[in-house]
């Protein structure tokens, strides 16, 4: 069986703009970079905080990420970034266009 793409969104509930840039770029490889796996990104206000919606390649490429960066440079601290976890939302994409 061929990988299907995997969505993530996180909500985090009263963060703001300078948390949401604190904490990508402790995450992200660099300006403008996406993670390996990691195959489109987007992020903004929303009613009462800040959500981020990210595409990846596969569930596995996801949980790589979420598992050999994301959790564990959260959990030591980011300065200045979010300051609690997200509220999480995953899909089974069925499609993504370009």
Same mark, same amino acid.
């Given at each position: 069986m061929e990988a299907a793409p995997y969505g993530v969104v996180h909500f985090f509930a009263g963060a703001t703009k300078d948390q949401y840039e604190a904490s990508i770029a402790?995450?992200?490889? !660099? +300006? $403008?970079? &996406?993670?390996? !796996? #990691?195959i489109f990104h987007a992020a903004g206000a929303s009613a009462g905080g800040w959500t981020i919606m990210a595409v990846h390649e =596969?569930?596995? =490429?996801? +949980?790589k990420f979420r598992d050999g960066i &994301?959790? /564990?440079?959260? #959990? #030591? $601290?980011?300065? $200045? !970034?979010? =300051?609690?976890? /997200? +509220?999480e939302t995953v899909i089974d994409l069925y499609k993504v266009l370009p």
């Open positions: 402790a995450v992200h490889p !660099g +300006e $403008g970079l &996406l993670p390996e !796996g #990691q =596969s569930k596995e =490429s996801w +949980e &994301l959790l /564990p440079r959260m #959990q #030591q $601290g980011i300065e $200045g !970034g979010f =300051s609690s976890p /997200p +509220e």
